[in-house]
């Protein structure tokens, strides 16, 4: 999957929705982007852990779902 930014430095992440909150690590192959919380559609907590993680290697522009 590639992932293009556009002239403000953002990107479309796929299966993100209005809310989900992100940490975003620098690693020695580019940057580890994990969600951390999505709320639930009848707006109660869904927690935390348990959603995938995607990869942003810097160079090759290349995003892996893990």
Do not use: W
Not at 3 to 18: H, N, S
């Amino acid at each position: 999957m590639t992932l293009t930014a556009d002239a403000k430095k953002r990107v479309v992440l796929p299966g993100a929705v209005p809310g989900d909150v992100f940490t975003c690590e620098k690693i020695s192959q580019g940057m580890l982007l994990r969600r951390i919380y999505r709320q639930k559609e009848n707006d109660e907590k869904a927690g935390f852990g348990g959603y995938p993680s995607l990869e942003i290697h810097s160079g090759d522009e290349l995003g892996r779902a893990s």
